[in-house]
């Protein structure tokens, strides 16, 4: 039986929607369940109080260091990002230097969490002595994050008309005031949109995380600031648990009658906040499209 080109294109593109539709089926099964059981479970108390893991009743402290996580992480991890962007972009000359690195960080991309999360564990953990802490895990997902980060900046700032950049040299600007004052002002909601993205792969990382900031929740003292003092739930060297490992924990070693109850509703409040990070990217560029059309009346 023989094809001719319009039925192979045809049944090419009915594979390609059937493969899509599934997908999404899929998709959209998960979420439901998730939702179902885990929405109900979202209540004030549910979002504030503690859990151990003979009564687990709460998600507040491990909401609470997922986010403190993601801060140290951001704050590491977007200027090295930045940082390196801007040298490739402008002021590293095409070599053989600027393509290894380019290499090197699609071979970091490229490599499982849990790999990234053993090599955390043997250098800042181990090496370094700092223990099962927010700093180890921290400089953990800066490794696993930095080469996505990296490579959507450098992308941004590529995208920017380099004939802004002459104009900009011809008046008498230098180099870098060109770049702070004309690429990273044009590239900044792309640059934006990858921060946020890379935000959500922090906030729903397990593997590495659990190598370098540990699986336990100590009891906080709320009322020490001392971010030098483990007992304070601003220092950065006390171990934690996030709210992915969490709901891994207590599914694996939980004892709890609830647990079911509970690991559904940080799933479904997890899932929430990556939603939410998705939707601020569009909105985010929704607002600087209607910002440029204003401009540009």
């Not at 694996?252 to 939707?279: H, P």
Request: charged letters at 10%; one cysteine or more; proline letters at 3%.
């Amino acid at each position: 039986m023989k094809f001719n080109r319009k039925s192979t294109e045809r049944i090419f593109n009915f594979s390609l929607y059937l493969v899509s539709l599934i997908v999404i089926l899929l998709t959209i099964g998960l979420l439901t369940v998730i939702f179902w059981l885990g929405l109900p479970q979202l209540k004030w108390s549910f979002l504030t109080t503690n859990s151990s893991y003979s009564t687990v009743s709460g998600i507040g402290i491990q909401l609470f260091n997922t986010f403190y996580l993601l801060l140290l992480t951001l704050l590491i991890s977007v200027p090295l990002a930045l940082g390196t962007a801007i040298w490739l972009y402008q002021y590293a000359k095409e070599s053989w230097l600027t393509n290894f690195i380019r290499i090197m960080l699609e071979v970091l991309s490229s490599l499982p969490a849990i790999v990234i999360g053993l090599v955390g564990f043997l250098l800042f953990v181990v090496k370094f002595n700092l223990g099962f802490s927010l700093l180890s895990g921290s400089l953990t997902l800066t490794m696993l994050n930095l080469p996505l980060l990296t490579r959507t900046t450098e992308d941004a700032l590529r995208a920017v008309d380099p004939r802004q950049i002459k104009a900009g040299l011809a008046l008498g600007l230098s180099r870098w005031d060109c770049v702070r004052k004309i690429v990273i002002t044009n590239a900044r909601s792309a640059i934006v949109t990858g921060i946020i993205l890379s935000a959500g792969r922090i906030v729903g990382e397990t593997a590495a995380v659990i190598y370098t900031v540990g699986q336990s929740a100590p009891q906080l003292d709320w009322t020490n600031l001392n971010p030098l003092n483990t007992a304070s739930p601003l220092s950065p060297f006390r171990p934690a648990e996030t709210l992915a490992v969490h709901i891994w924990r207590i599914n694996t070693e939980g004892s709890a009658t609830n647990s079911l109850q509970v690991s559904t509703g940080a799933a479904a409040l997890l899932v929430l906040l990556i939603v939410i990070f998705d939707l601020l990217v569009y909105c985010w560029l929704w607002w600087q499209k209607s910002a440029n059309v204003q401009q540009s009346k």
